[in-house]
């Protein structure tokens, strides 16, 4: 592993110089007797005499120097031999690994800790190649830098390399190479850094496992994952392809809660074992055993490297939850749990792991949704599906205010007679992206994001204006009512009784010309708020219609205390009026015009109207209107149609 390349020269720091002190002694002769007798001249009398033998300690100038302080560095630089021998002593002597090195790169001088750390006595290092020695020819970019410095053009390198002794034993070593400016060589130095190296191999294993399961944690699995998108994205021995099983364990939150979660540790830690058994067992190719990672919670991946395609990742799941089916017996206590898995398999190439993760978390989800304990495969065409329903979502309550929205209006016709009696407002959403979209592609998101409320009291106003606008348009024409469907949250989330009383005092359309459209599902069972908004609604005057009747409770005996004047008949009831036999000719089906009568006459009974809808044969209208229903909607009559195409029905256009 290559260190830190430093990228400008630095000035070696002196070593500590050992202290001199030069005497120099004058003799009865020359200029120190000279001397001499002029420091005695100028003595106080009663000074003792000063010896001639006496030394004087002098300065590089000549100058007296205070006793103990070093003697200066001869005037040409040049280390004396007495401070050379203690800088040999202190190399030889010195912990820390060391070694002069010529511009040959051939060892001049090693240290004993030199020899003992590559396993060779110091003096048998004279002569042989540095690099051998620590292995600086491995990669190419350290034998470049390593060169530039024994040329002189790299101020230093700082490496970390794996050496091995001759004993069998490996260590880790920090090799520093530095210029030597005195002597046209490099110093190497080697540090054995291997107890810091196997420290930090512990910090980084407890920072990247769970402590709980002992498996890989969220960390430690993306930065797996991460370097094996890069890796198979641009290695060509391999498939070029991952999988993901992405699990989570059903109904583990009753585990914590029931049994405390030191239970629920325990189960994890068995539920990690069984899966590192899993992954065991189907080790694929060159990868080995796949990765088993505990994500948080009780949430756990599965990564294949190399993965040869679905078949191969879908086996693995499906082992996955039959190893988990099995009951689990902690400390006398056996506990049974499943887990629904999500399963990604792709070509790596283009493939982040951010992506990756999402298309696993959309997949595990769908596995929830279809009923847990099982494996689902990613689908392109769900996700798109799933997707727009996010972006559908996210644009809902803008779109009201941009007036992205807009009704159409579909005939609801007298059996008896083929009057126009009244309309059914249907919403259609014109969206900029996705073109128009009918009320099931985004009322159900509107209901649970709760913008059906601003929506519905949209639809509701919008809708009453019209109906009053053609009422005025044509006075002189019976007037038609104009039917609207209510969310049950509108009920619940509003104030419908005042929205609707409102609305009617604005528009100036009568109460008994609007009806309001509930699912079955909806109605019936309501108690509490919901049966008193209806009945006030009722009260005032509105019609209340079940939709789609007989497709959900079908409460009967409940139905005679719920404030309703409209009973509409599904369409499934009406299309099974006629079914194809071998000739291809069609022909009523007995137990469904049975069925429609009974409920024709009951609601007869009880005081409603009877509307069927998707009436879309002249043959289906001629047995409705035999059996006694009131009112007819579908095909056969008008598709939802614009505003002005109604006015002109009503004119007999």
């Known amino acids: 592993m290559i260190g830190t390349l430093s990228g400008r020269p630095t000035r070696p720091v002196p070593e500590p110089t050992a202290l001199r002190e030069r005497a120099v002694s004058g003799t009865s002769e020359g200029p120190a007797t000279t001397a001499t007798a002029a420091t005695r001249a100028a003595q106080p009398p009663g000074t003792p005499p000063q010896s001639a033998a006496a030394p004087q300690i002098v300065t590089e100038r000549n100058s007296p120097a205070a006793p103990g302080h070093p003697a200066p560095r001869p005037a040409d630089g040049h280390r004396t031999d007495a401070e050379l021998r203690d800088y040999r002593a202190a190399f030889n002597a010195a912990h820390l690994a060391l070694a002069v090195v010529d511009r040959e790169g051939l060892v001049s001088r090693a240290n004993d800790a030199l020899g003992a750390l590559v396993g060779t006595p110091a003096h048998e290092l004279t002569g042989q190649v540095a690099a051998d020695l620590v292995d600086l020819a491995s990669d190419a970019r350290t034998w470049h830098t390593y060169r530039e410095v024994l040329r002189g053009r790299q101020a230093r390198l700082r490496c970390t390399r794996r050496l091995k002794h001759p004993e069998g034993h490996s260590l880790w070593a920090q090799v520093t190479v530095s210029p030597m400016p005195d002597s046209g060589g490099v110093l190497l130095a080697v540090a054995d850094v291997s107890a810091r190296r196997e420290l930090q191999a512990r910090l980084r294993h407890v920072t990247m496992h769970d402590p709980v399961t002992r498996l890989p944690n969220r960390t430690l699995f993306f930065e797996r994952l991460t370097a094996a998108l890069e890796a198979a994205a641009y290695e060509e021995s ?150 727009t329903r996010q972006a559908l979502s996210s644009t809902l309550r803008p779109a009201v205010e941009r007036g992205e929205f807009a009704l159409e209006y579909q005939p609801l016709v007298g059996l008896a007679d083929g009057a126009l009696r009244g309309v059914e407002a249907l919403v259609r959403w014109h969206h900029p992206q996705f073109g128009t979209l009918p009320p099931n592609r985004f009322i159900a998101l509107a209901e649970e994001d709760g913008s059906i409320v601003q929506l519905g009291r949209w639809v509701l106003h919008t809708a009453c204006r019209q109906a009053r606008r053609w009422q005025l348009e044509r006075p002189d024409l019976p007037p038609v009512f104009v039917s609207v469907n209510v969310a049950v949250r509108q009920v619940w989330d509003s104030d419908l009784v005042a929205d609707v009383a409102q609305i009617l005092d604005e528009t100036g359309l009568a109460p008994e010309l609007l009806q309001l459209e509930l699912t079955e599902s909806a109605v019936m069972g309501s108690t509490g708020r919901p049966l008193q908004a209806l009945q006030e609604l009722s009260d005032m005057g509105v019609h209340i219609a079940i939709d789609d009747f007989g497709t959900g409770y079908s409460n009967l005996a409940y139905l005679s205390r719920l404030p309703v004047s409209v009973l509409k008949l599904d369409g499934s009831f009406v299309r099974g009026f006629q079914y194809e036999t071998g000739d291809g000719r069609g022909h009523a089906n007995p137990a469904d015009e049975t069925i429609v009568e009974a409920l024709v006459q009951l609601a007869h009974k009880l005081g409603l109207t009877v509307t069927a809808e998707c009436v879309e044969t002249a043959e289906q209208a001629a047995r409705l209107r035999r059996i006694g229903c009131d009112t007819g909607q579908g095909w056969l009559y008008s598709r939802a149609v614009a505003p002005d195409r109604i006015a002109a029905l009503r004119a007999g256009a």
């Open 238 to 387: 391999g498939t070029g392809r991952i999988g993901l099983c992405y699990l989570d364990l059903d109904g583990f939150k009753a585990v914590n809660d029931t049994l405390g979660h030191r239970t629920g540790d325990r189960l994890l830690a068995a539920v990690a074992e069984r899966l590192t058994r899993c992954a065991d067992r189907v080790a694929y190719g060159r990868s080995g055993a796949p990765l088993v990672a505990r994500l948080g919670g009780d949430e756990f991946a599965l990564l294949v490297e190399d993965s040869t395609g679905t078949d191969q990742v879908a086996d693995l799941a499906e082992q996955v939850l039959h190893a988990l089916q099995r009951p689990f017996d902690l400390s006398g206590q056996r506990l049974s749990l499943s887990a629904s898995i999500g399963v990604v398999e792709r070509r790596a190439a283009g493939t982040g792991a951010t992506a990756l993760m999402q298309a696993a978390d959309t997949t595990l989800y769908w596995a929830k949704e279809d009923g847990k304990a099982r494996w689902t495969l990613f689908d392109p065409e769900r996700n798109a599906h799933r997707m």
